[in-house]
């Protein structure tokens, strides 16, 4: 029977460094190391200016995706703790749970440092625009499956390619970060070639060897060609940006007076109310934000409480890669119908907000207007055969370095392109496009 083994699954060699190991640093883990790189890497840094739910908001209050990638960490750090305390047994013994902790901390540092701007809005913008018959001029001559990671752009696959690739050491590494904390940010382990299937993917074909050599290198259960069985620690990356989403999404919608507070309560309440004090704070005269700070404070401990309990009990399930589905839904009935009650609230009210539609039929403009202006340049610099235009030339001037050369690959030049696009703010991409569209000269 297959099975994974901890001393696999929390390797801390670091891929593209296989040859200088790490050297002891008093204080610091190799997996906390991780951490400190993906902090301090200008991908993360351009998360404070992407959007998370609601569009280049006003309300300083709103989550950012920094924002939310730091809270999902804390969370993420909390659930590999407790989830290791729970199997300390199994675990390797000069392994202690704050590392796993650390492993976790890092993993849902880096889960959205792929999201394009204007966050899913934009995603479905990049895909719907390589999707449409008027550009498919840009795709021809790549095979089917390079197309389709285009056409089904993925900000999970996006970010496997930064921390692979871009970041830092371009090509060769990436941010060269351990092997453990990249398979536990592998949400969905396989490439755009199973869309077809599942509709969520972590890895462009460009970066399939990569999948393949961290994979094998923790030993993940291979189930098909290039699609594996999650390593057990990303069912816990994916449990806290769900908590996080589901809770954190009401109070953003609060502060932009999209939903009330005492909607609020009512959702969330059954998650609190085993609090001894919490009917003392929801019947006192404060504030109903700081009311929302505590609802929200205890909501999340609640439901930490409650997937660490799903993880126990299905344990042996995932270590065997056995268990579908994903731990909040495998959660008690206490936990999960609030939780999905909160996302049920988001779906109707949140998400469709008049100024949030708005904004996010805006943003299909402005990727098209990238999209067209530098996929069309890079086109005619790669297959040109003459010298190209001088606006093509002024357009792949903005990629400076990244600008694909004449008669270099098309599929590549093209990443190129999209790594691009994806990496601007919601602020850099709208400035843009209103240049390149003649609305800002």
């Keep these: 029977m297959n099975k994974m083994n901890w001393n696999d699954l929390l390797c801390s060699k670091r ?34 200016k992407k959007t998370q739910v609601h569009p280049l908001a006003q309300n300083d209050h709103v989550h950012t995706r920094l924002t939310h990638s730091i809270e999902v960490a804390s969370v993420g750090r909390s659930l590999g703790i407790r989830c290791a305390e729970k199997i300390a047994d199994d675990l390797p013994k000069n392994i202690h749970p704050t590392q796993i ?68 050491n371009v090509d060769d590494g990436g941010m060269r970060l351990t092997y453990a904390t990249l398979a ?51 069912y816990l990356a994916e449990a806290a940006d769900d908590i996080c989403y589901r809770i954190l999404d009401l109070e953003d919608a609060h502060e932009m007076n999209i939903l009330s507070y005492h909607e609020i309560k009512e959702t969330l309440e059954g998650l609190c109310e085993k609090d001894n004090h919490y009917r003392d704070i ?24 409650g ?52 904004l996010e039929i805006g943003c299909y403009t402005v990727i098209g207007i990238l999209l067209n202006a530098f996929c069309s340049a890079v086109r005619e610099q790669v297959l040109s055969g003459e010298k190209i235009s001088y606006k093509s030339s002024r357009v792949l001037a903005m990629m400076g370095i990244n600008a694909p050369k004449k008669g270099n690959d098309l599929y590549k030049s093209l990443l190129k392109a999209t790594d691009y696009i994806s990496g601007m703010t919601d602020n850099y991409a709208t400035h843009m496009a209103k240049q390149i569209g003649g609305m800002g000269v």
């Design 282 to 305: 929801i019947d006192s005269g404060i504030s109903n934000r700081r009311k929302m700070s505590f609802i929200r404070a205890k909501a999340i401990g609640t439901a930490i409480d």
């Design 307 to 358: 997937v660490v309990g799903s993880f126990t009990k299905n344990y042996k399930k995932i270590m065997e890669g056995k268990f579908e589905g994903d731990l909040i839904n495998d959660s008690d009935a206490q936990i999960k119908s609030p939780l999905d009650a909160a996302k049920k609230l988001s779906r109707e009210k949140v998400f469709n907000e008049p100024r949030k539609i708005e």
């Design 184 to 234: 536990s940010m592998l949400k969905y382990p396989w490439t755009s070639m199973e869309t077809k299937k599942i509709k969520k993917f972590c890895c462009f074909q460009s970066e399939i060897d990569y999948l393949k050599q961290i994979s094998e290198e923790v030993k993940l259960i291979k189930k098909d060609h290039h699609l594996y069985y999650r390593h057990p620690l990303a």
């Design 15 to 48: 891929f593209g460094a296989e040859k200088w190991p790490d050297e002891k640093d008093p204080g610091r883990t190799s997996f906390h190391k991780d951490c400190d790189r993906i902090i301090f890497s200008s991908s993360f840094r351009r998360l404070g």
């Design 101 to 168: 902790g650390q492993i976790l901390q890092a993993a849902c540092l880096s889960h959205d440092i792929g999201n394009p701007p204007f966050g899913h809005a934009g995603e479905e913008a990049i895909k719907s625009w390589f999707s449409h018959s008027d550009n498919a001029r840009i795709l021809e001559g790549l095979s089917e499956a390079h197309q389709d990671d285009f056409k089904n752009f993925e900000g999970n696959a996006q970010g496997f390619r930064i921390l692979t690739r871009l970041e830092y």
